[in-house]
């Protein structure tokens, strides 16, 4: 099992997509397929712009390659969400002016993350912060 911690800082628009991109390589590295390797991209790219986007401090990307799966967990310390079904909800967003004009803001980021897992849970408190945990499984690929 082997664990990679990444730190992602509020604001820092200009290097969304670094980690899923150093994760994508890391999972290839280890002969991980293509398909994990994309699944895992998505996930934690829509992960980080999130802590980009929305958390008051960034937060942290932590992903672990266990013999079963891959996990990946996203954590903040706030804002929170105040309704995560409703963040769940494709198509809402807060994004402010500035983050629709670069393009993101589609509402689809927690959905699509949902949609790459085979497990996903999401747990935020409202002034305390965010914690989503997302499993990828490996099944029966060669790098086993
Ligand atoms: N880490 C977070 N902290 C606080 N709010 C968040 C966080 N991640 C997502 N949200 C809230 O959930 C909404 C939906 O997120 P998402 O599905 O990624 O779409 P988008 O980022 O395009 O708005 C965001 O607009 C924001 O209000
Ligand atoms: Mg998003």
């Given at each position: 099992?082997?664990?990679?911690?990444?730190?992602?800082?509020?604001?820092?628009?200009?290097?969304?997509?670094?980690?899923?991109?150093?994760?994508?390589?890391?999972?290839?590295?280890?002969?991980?397929?293509?398909?994990?390797?994309?699944?895992?991209?998505?996930?934690?790219?829509?992960?980080?712009?999130?802590?980009?986007?929305?958390?008051?401090?960034?937060?942290?990307?932590?992903?672990?390659?266990?013999?079963?799966?891959?996990?990946?967990?996203?954590e903040?310390?706030?804002?929170?969400?105040?309704?995560?079904?409703?963040?769940?909800?494709?198509?809402?967003?807060?994004?402010?002016?500035?983050?629709?004009?670069?393009?993101?803001?589609?509402?689809?980021?927690?959905?699509?993350?949902?949609?790459?897992?085979?497990?996903?849970?999401?747990h935020?408190?409202?002034?305390?912060?965010?914690w989503?945990?997302?499993?990828?499984?490996?099944?029966?690929?060669?790098?086993?």
């Amino acid at each position: 099992m082997e664990s990679f911690t990444y730190c992602v800082r509020a604001g820092d628009v200009a290097h969304g997509g670094d980690v899923s991109s150093r994760v994508k390589s890391e999972l290839k590295n280890r002969g991980l397929p293509e398909e994990i390797a994309r699944r895992a991209g998505i996930a934690v790219f829509e992960g980080e712009m999130n802590l980009i986007l929305y958390a008051d401090q960034g937060g942290t990307v932590q992903v672990t390659i266990a013999p079963p799966a891959v996990e990946i967990e996203v954590e903040d310390e706030g804002p929170g969400i105040a309704d995560v079904e409703r963040a769940l909800t494709p198509g809402y967003s807060t994004a402010p002016d500035w983050a629709l004009e670069l393009g993101f803001g589609a509402g689809m980021g927690l959905v699509n993350m949902r949609n790459q897992c085979d497990r996903f849970e999401i747990h935020s408190r409202f002034g305390v912060g965010t914690w989503i945990r997302c499993v990828i499984d490996r099944r029966s690929d060669a790098a086993g």
